[in-house]
Structure formats: C-alpha cells, structure tokens
C-alpha cells in the first residue's frame, strides 16, 4: 500500500512539474496553446522513402516528441508524425540560446514544429539538422511506459489517443480498414450502385431479428428505436425505381457484448433490383476477395496462425446438408414439428415456446455446424421461420432463397431473393408478433408502410448485408472487434468500480 501510495505520488510531483514548465513559458510569453497554426511541407515517411531528392534541402515537419537524448550543447530527439517517426538533431550554436535552453525543458508528448536541413548520420540514419523549433503543444500527461507502448488492454480501449501514438500497428490496422472500405465502395460505385442514407432513430425495430435500443422523442411523445438493420428502407428505394442502391453505417443492437459484438457497429446492406440469391453470392465473393487483395496486397490472409482464402468461388453447402454431415441428423426424412422437436431433446438442444423445424434445423447448425466453417463458405436454404424477409424456395417452400457467408466460424454476410409478395410479407410479420407475445424480444414488430410498400409492387430483387467489422478482423488479424472500431462501448470506470466493490 505505502509503495503504491509513493508511487502515486512520485506522478503527481511528475505531472506537476509538466505544468510548471506550462506556466514558466505563459509568463515568458510563449504560450504554446496560442500557437494557431504550422506550415509544413514534409512528412516523416516521404523523406525517409527519398533521401535523395530531399539530402540537403530545407524541410519543415511537425509531430510528437517520441524520444529525447540530451548531451550538453547538442541533443536528438524523435519526432512521429502519422506516417512515422523521423530522428532530429538540436545543437545549441544552430538555433541559439534562449531556444535550447527552452528546448532542453521539453518533454516527450510535447508536439514541435521543425525546420532544418536533411542528412544523414556518421551511423547512416536519416535525420534533419534543426535550424528552429518551435513548441506547438505541452503535453501535461505522462506517455505510457515512456515510449515502450501501452499494453493494458482495457485501458488501450479507453484512451485510444494514447493508443495510437504509443502502438504503431494499431494505426496501421485502421489505415488498413481505410482501404478496405474504399475498395468496397469503389467497388459498387463502378458497378452502378448508389449510395444513400437512410433514418438511424425509427419508430418500429425492423429489418432483422435483433432486441433495440429505445429511447423518447419528447415533442411527438412517443417510443423510438435505433436501427437494427437498414433493409426496409432501402428495399422501399427499389420500389421507388432506384435499381442498385447501398448504406454503409452504424446498426445499433442491444445485445451481448463478446470479442465478436459491439452494440453499435458497421455493417453495409445493398438491393439490386432483378437479381437473386445467387448474384448476391457471387457479389460477396468478388468483393470480399477484392477488398482484401486492395487492403492486403493478397486474397490470403493469416488470421491468427490460420490461413484463409477468400479467392473465389468459395465453398456452397444447404443448411440440412450441413446439419446432416456434422450433427448427423437427416430432414429429408423428418417432415413434422413433433419429430423434430425429439430430435432436438437428443441433441440437447433447448427447446423454446413455439418452436417448429424449421427453428430445430437453425438451432442444430448453429451447435454443430457453424464451428466447423474456417474457409470461406457459403450455407445455403434456410427455413422460412427464421427467414421472415426472404422468398420461399419454389421447389421446397420449406427454405428459404438465402445465405450466410462465413469465414474462421462467423457468420460475414446474410443475403437471399427479397420476398415481394405483400400477402406473404404480412403472414410472416404476424407469424413474428406472435413470437413476440410468446417472450421472443428479438422478434421482429410488424411495419405495415413496408406492406404498402411491397403492395405497389417491388421488383424482384437481391439484398445483402456484409458485417464490416468482422471482416477487418480477419483482414487486419484482430483478435477481438474492439481491436477495429475506434472507439468501442466501454462501461464506465465508476460502475465499473461499483460492480468490482
């Protein structure tokens, strides 16, 4: 106890002593928060990458003191900008007393501007000969283990910003989720896609099966939900003669949380009017595989010691012949309800108010099925209870025209044929709120505008919907979803020490 108690105290004479540098240069009149701001015509990287044309010449830079070594009347110290990290070299007799003297009270977190000349080392690193230095920003908080990099996990989530400057990779794996999300756009923008935006707050949870966020709108006085999914919006754009049409966005789920869940997250959902199923997985193939060669450099990638290949095509399975192969359970054979739900008791499946076979199917591949899909694979024809948006299959109307793609054991994508039959649509809406009487809060509300809607007619149509990020998890070897979004949903270090207590 003393010891931390000591130590707590050691950092505030540290922090303390940042501010009265802070206050020594307001009243020389040197306040670097006054500084508005800093020409610069050089980054870090692009002087690295070509000594030669810049050997010689005048540069001027800016970034964050990374290290700091000081002997006498000269010194180094390490600027990083966002591409990278440049050494630099102070001496007392190029930029003149009062500064060096100022400079050698700087410290590392402080943010400089420089001006200099380019050269190179007697050991052969590329360095600038400072010739001025301005300070731009005092930093009054203390760099994580110096510049050795934060390694607390749960503290890295919390200050990202700290995170950035001190782990480099992990800038590195958003600029990589950067590219990637170009390439995908670029992608369906070429392809005659349209982008648009559509409503985040909605009166009704549609769209997929999912519990909501709920919160007020205090001037209509009445419950609102954030979106769970896009689909029913997008698909009234095909109605509307829009023919490709997509939005990529935040979906908002009220949910648990894990190493594959956030309760906001990216996904993108598109509608292509005249197409099926089947062109949306051949769409997902091509374009998951092209956002890896553009992100990557290759359609393999290495996610945690296993490879993946995302060169299309990729694996086609049915759902009943996955169920078959790895739970050992055949429903070509099995027609009714009661047979399934026997099934399902020997399988220790938990059974659920209202369940039918087609959900005992569902519950058998997730048990047994999903865990075995590491490469890219595509499951196919799933039954209509747990499709509620999708079209009947006209041979079997038992299944559904759908899929999910999934990749290292999770589901990436969902897609099928849009159901546009209205009278269809409503039955399974209500087929829903009967499942919501029954306790299922993730059962869909029924949207009596989307049955307008499909009542003036929708076009055949192909929908899909890709979860970004789980997909910049594999392509940037990201063991938990936090590692991908900048800054994930956190609970609140006071509840956290309340519930700890």
Same mark, same amino acid.
């Given at each position: 106890?003393?010891?931390?108690?000591?130590?707590?105290?050691?950092?505030?004479?540290?922090?303390?002593?940042?501010?009265?540098?802070?206050?020594? @240069?307001?009243?020389?009149? +040197?306040?670097?928060?006054?500084?508005?701001?800093?020409?610069?015509?050089?980054?870090?990287?692009?002087?690295?990458?070509?000594?030669?044309?810049?050997?010689?010449?005048?540069?001027?830079?800016?970034?964050?003191?990374?290290?700091?070594?000081?002997?006498?009347?000269?010194?180094?110290?390490?600027?990083?900008?966002?591409?990278?990290?440049?050494?630099?070299?102070?001496? *007392?007799?190029?930029?003149?007393?009062?500064?060096?003297?100022?400079?050698?009270?700087?410290?590392?977190?402080?943010?400089?501007?420089?001006?200099?000349?380019?050269?190179?080392?007697?050991?052969?690193? !590329?360095?600038?000969?400072?010739?001025?230095? =301005?300070?731009?920003? +005092?930093?009054?908080?203390?760099?994580?283990?110096?510049?050795?990099?934060?390694?607390?996990?749960?503290?890295?989530?919390?200050?990202?910003?700290?995170?950035?400057?001190?782990?480099?990779?992990?800038?590195?794996?958003?600029?990589?989720?950067?590219?990637?999300?170009?390439?995908?756009?670029?992608?369906?923008?070429?392809?005659?896609? *349209?982008?648009?935006?559509?409503?985040?707050?909605?009166?009704?949870? &549609? &769209?997929?099966?999912?519990?909501?966020?709920?919160?007020?709108?205090?001037?209509?006085?009445?419950?609102?939900?954030?979106?769970?999914?896009?689909?029913? $919006?997008?698909?009234?754009?095909?109605?509307?003669?829009?023919?490709? =049409?997509?939005?990529?966005?935040?979906?908002?789920?009220?949910?648990?949380?894990?190493?594959?869940?956030?309760?906001?997250?990216?996904? !993108?959902?598109?509608?292509?009017?005249?197409?099926?199923?089947?062109?949306?997985?051949?769409?997902?193939?091509?374009?998951?595989?092209?956002?890896?060669?553009?992100?990557?450099?290759?359609?393999?990638?290495? $996610?945690?010691?296993?490879?993946?290949?995302?060169?299309?095509?990729?694996?086609?399975?049915?759902?009943?012949?996955?169920?078959?192969?790895?739970?050992? =359970?055949?429903?070509?054979?099995?027609?009714?309800?009661?047979?399934?739900? %026997?099934?399902?008791?020997?399988?220790?499946?938990?059974?659920?108010?209202?369940?039918?076979?087609?959900?005992?199917?569902?519950?058998?591949?997730?048990?047994?099925?999903?865990?075995?899909?590491?490469?890219?694979?595509?499951?196919?024809?799933?039954?209509?209870?747990?499709?509620?948006?999708?079209?009947?299959?006209?041979?079997?109307?038992?299944?559904?025209?759908?899929?999910?793609?999934?990749?290292?054991?999770?589901?990436?994508?969902?897609?099928?044929?849009?159901?546009?039959?209205?009278?269809?649509?409503?039955?399974?809406?209500?087929? %829903?709120?009967?499942?919501?009487?029954? &306790?299922?809060?993730?059962?869909?509300?029924?949207?009596?505008?989307? !049955?307008?809607?499909?009542?003036?007619? @929708? #076009?055949?149509?192909? &929908? @899909?919907?890709?979860?970004?990020?789980? =997909?910049?998890?594999?392509?940037?070897?990201?063991?938990?979803?936090?590692?991908?979004?900048?800054? #994930?949903?956190?609970?609140? !270090?006071?509840?956290?020490?309340?519930?700890?207590?």
């Amino acid at each position: 106890m003393n010891n931390e108690m000591n130590t707590q105290e050691e950092l505030s004479e540290v922090l303390q002593v940042r501010r009265d540098k802070l206050a020594k @240069l307001q009243e020389m009149g +040197k306040d670097p928060f006054k500084v508005s701001r800093y020409d610069r015509t050089s980054n870090s990287m692009e002087i690295k990458d070509n000594f030669e044309s810049f050997e010689g010449k005048t540069v001027k830079i800016a970034g964050r003191i990374m290290s700091k070594r000081i002997q006498g009347k000269a010194g180094f110290i390490d600027i990083q900008d966002q591409e990278g990290r440049i050494q630099c070299y102070i001496r *007392l007799d190029r930029i003149g007393e009062e500064e060096y003297s100022l400079f050698s009270t700087y410290d590392i977190g402080d943010i400089l501007g420089l001006e200099g000349e380019v050269f190179k080392t007697k050991k052969e690193e !590329i360095s600038i000969k400072a010739n001025e230095v =301005v300070l731009l920003s +005092k930093s009054l908080q203390i760099l994580p283990e110096k510049y050795h990099g934060l390694k607390d996990q749960d503290l890295r989530y919390r200050q990202r910003y700290v995170d950035l400057i001190v782990n480099p990779e992990v800038k590195n794996a958003f600029l990589t989720r950067t590219k990637a999300l170009k390439a995908l756009r670029s992608y369906l923008d070429e392809r005659g896609f *349209l982008e648009v935006e559509t409503p985040i707050l909605n009166t009704i949870a &549609g &769209g997929a099966n999912a519990r909501p966020f709920v919160t007020h709108h205090n001037t209509l006085d009445i419950p609102m939900y954030m979106r769970i999914a896009n689909e029913l $919006y997008l698909k009234r754009l095909i109605v509307g003669g829009f023919d490709k =049409v997509y939005e990529m966005g935040r979906m908002f789920r009220n949910e648990g949380m894990s190493i594959k869940h956030n309760p906001e997250y990216t996904a !993108i959902e598109l509608y292509q009017a005249y197409a099926d199923y089947t062109d949306m997985m051949e769409l997902t193939e091509n374009v998951i595989a092209h956002m890896a060669k553009e992100a990557t450099g290759s359609m393999k990638i290495n $996610y945690q010691g296993t490879e993946i290949d995302f060169t299309p095509p990729w694996r086609r399975m049915t759902m009943e012949d996955c169920v078959k192969e790895y739970a050992g =359970v055949d429903f070509s054979k099995i027609d009714t309800d009661e047979e399934a739900l %026997q099934i399902a008791k020997e399988k220790g499946i938990e059974i659920t108010p209202g369940m039918r076979r087609g959900e005992v199917i569902n519950a058998l591949f997730e048990e047994f099925g999903e865990d075995k899909l590491i490469q890219p694979t595509f499951i196919t024809h799933h039954p209509v209870e747990v499709s509620p948006l999708a079209k009947r299959n006209v041979e079997d109307p038992r299944k559904t025209d759908r899929f999910e793609a999934f990749a290292n054991k999770w589901e990436l994508a969902n897609a099928f044929s849009e159901l546009n039959d209205p009278i269809d649509q409503k039955e399974r809406f209500m087929d %829903q709120v009967r499942k919501k009487e029954l &306790g299922d809060d993730e059962a869909c509300d029924m949207d009596e505008d989307f !049955i307008n809607a499909l009542e003036v007619g @929708l #076009p055949p149509t192909g &929908g @899909l919907g890709i979860g970004i990020d789980r =997909v910049m998890m594999l392509l940037t070897n990201s063991p938990s979803i936090r590692d991908v979004i900048l800054f #994930p949903t956190m609970k609140p !270090i006071d509840n956290q020490k309340n519930t700890e207590e």
